[in-house]
């Protein structure tokens, strides 16, 4: 399994929802990366986990809270969100940075819409 | 500090033509460099990587890539572009130390026009 699988593939939710966008990979890497992608732009760093550890947060407000439960899951949980958060959220994961350095393998994201 | 330049915002090349997209990066010490692909609406394909060791890599697709440390680039190449190339490409750069452990510095992309 060379995938880097990301649930929902498209979510729409309210200012006042919460919700909590998954992420799964099953290539043994120790560390996993939430980015964010608005169009016609590069993706932005959220977070990195590192054997399961927070090692980066890119000062990314609170209402963006990461979780990482083992190794092999990484969650986005979601509350009060602005519309102008709407974007395409992706997750990837890299083998470990002592192995490959930070070469990622990306999931096929998420399209997050906030109304 | 790391950063990427991808000078070509939009490239427009027809069908059966060579390709390059170029790609200059600001890094201390020898970089981690890559090249990825995106069709819209979708996620990141990595095409190729380079760490060390011969600076002419191969991908998937067709693509190459060269690494010159004198000119700080890392232009990537194909000789015959297919339609089904049309995409954004994002060349990046990747830190290996410090509190920077694990980050990808992105380019701002190049977005790809096939003509048939």
């Known amino acids: 399994d060379t995938e880097v699988t990301q649930t929902p593939k498209h979510l729409v939710m309210g200012m006042t929802n919460k919700k909590s966008l998954k992420c799964e990979q099953h290539?043994?890497?120790?560390?996993m990366y939430w980015y964010k992608q608005k169009a016609k732009k590069p993706p932005e760093l959220m977070f990195v986990?590192?054997?399961?550890?927070?090692?980066i947060n890119e000062s990314v407000p609170s209402r963006f809270s990461p979780e990482c439960p083992n190794s092999s899951l990484l969650n986005l949980h979601l509350h009060a969100l602005q519309p102008e958060d709407s974007a395409l959220y992706l997750c990837?994961?890299?083998?470990?940075?002592?192995?490959?350095?930070?070469?990622?393998?990306f999931g096929q994201g998420t399209r997050l819409t906030v109304v | 500090a790391q950063s990427v330049t991808q000078p070509d915002i939009h490239i427009t090349v027809s069908e059966g033509a060579s390709l390059e997209l170029r790609c200059n990066y600001s890094?201390?010490?020898?970089?981690?460099l890559f090249w990825y692909v995106q069709s819209p609406g979708q996620g990141l394909q990595l095409l190729l990587k380079?760490?060390?060791?011969?600076?002419l890599v191969q991908g998937i697709k067709g693509f190459e890539a060269e690494f010159k440390r004198s000119q700080s680039s890392f232009n990537l190449r194909k000789p015959s572009v297919h339609w089904s190339d049309a995409a954004e490409y994002f060349c990046?750069?990747?830190?290996?130390?410090?509190?920077?452990?694990?980050?990808?510095?992105f380019g701002r992309g190049t977005q790809l026009t096939v003509w048939p």
């Open positions: 890094y201390g010490a020898t970089p981690y």
């Open positions: 990046a750069v990747g830190a290996d130390r410090g509190s920077t452990l694990g980050r990808l510095y």
């Open positions: 290539m043994g890497h120790r560390a």
């Open positions: 986990y590192s054997y399961e550890k927070l090692s």
């Open positions: 990837a994961s890299s083998p470990g940075f002592w192995t490959a350095g930070p070469e990622a393998f």
């Open positions: 380079y760490f060390s060791g011969d600076t």
